[in-house]
């Protein structure tokens, strides 16, 4: 039974806010929680799922950036050259992704989001014994432009693939090969998706998987509170940062599972 608009609209909104508070925490915008709520609540297939959360992940990603940007000024270079990697490669993802059996799709987004969660897990429980034992932080003006362009081309190939989640897998490969820090690197694996999150936006909407009325709503609650979540990210010690990050994948590996 379809809902009223003066319940439905609330409900996308107060479900968008909760999104992007997490999102603001862990630095990725909330699509990777989205997706799965989308299918289970809404009932939507994979692709239309990737493609709404995309509607709502846009605008609230640049919040983020935003405020990550004001407490530590973004490398604007190493982005861009993460950006330029990514935007061709979100494409050709997208429209990989596509072409797949929605279920198939579900179940291998679904081992992606393990793998990176028991990454982080395993992270988080060695940091805090270990970390001081490793090199120091770096930071990314450290490296030369053109690994930022390969590690773009990963990402936007991830995130055409699943949607989302091109800063999922940015994120543990800027904290442990370049050594940055995890909110710097949540920082600049964000702003380095923005053209690419824009190219697979357009991309399944053209094709017709992206249900903007459910997207819209979304995504203006998940603005209201991006801010405080990457106020909180910022309070929280770094292994204890990565803990929640593992344990909030695992629940969305499930939540993808139970769908499937």
């Known amino acids: 039974m379809a809902l009223d608009w003066y319940v439905f609209v609330p409900l996308c909104l107060a479900a968008g806010a909760i999104i992007g508070y997490v999102g603001g925490i862990l630095g990725i915008g909330g699509g990777l929680l989205a997706i799965p709520l989308l299918g289970l609540v809404a009932g939507m297939n994979q692709q239309e799922a990737q493609g709404t959360a995309l509607v709502m992940v846009l605008p609230a990603v640049l919040i983020t950036v935003r405020k990550y940007n004001q407490n530590a000024k973004i490398d604007l270079g190493a982005a861009a050259a993460g950006a330029l990697g990514a935007i061709i490669f979100t494409w050709v993802g997208a429209r990989f992704a596509l072409g797949i059996d929605p279920i198939l ?18 992270q988080s429980l060695r940091g805090a014994r270990k970390d001081s034992q490793l090199p120091e932080r770096r930071s990314a003006e450290a490296f030369h432009k053109g690994w930022f362009a390969l590690l773009g081309v990963a990402a936007g190939l991830i995130g055409g693939i699943f949607g989302v989640g091109g800063s999922v897998l940015a994120v543990p490969i800027l904290t442990t090969v370049f050594r940055l820090t995890q909110t710097g690197a949540q920082a600049l694996a964000l702003t ?24 819209i709503p979304m995504a203006l609650g998940s603005m209201a509170l991006v801010p ?33």
């Not at 990176?116 to 395993?122: D, G, N, R, T």
């Not at 380095?192 to 009325?213: K, S």
């Not at 106020?231 to 499937?260: N, Q, S, W």
């Open 105 to 122: 799709l579900r179940r291998i987004y679904a081992a992606f989001v393990l793998a990176v969660a028991l990454f982080y897990l395993y």
């Open 192 to 215: 380095m998706i923005i053209p690419g999150t824009t190219v697979a936006l357009l991309t399944y909407t053209v094709h017709g998987q992206a249900n903007w009325l459910i997207g």
């Open 228 to 260: 405080y979540g990457v106020k909180l990210a910022y309070a929280l010690p770094e292994p204890r940062l990565k803990l929640i990050f593992g344990c909030m994948l695992l629940v969305i590996m499930v939540l993808l599972l139970i769908k499937a």
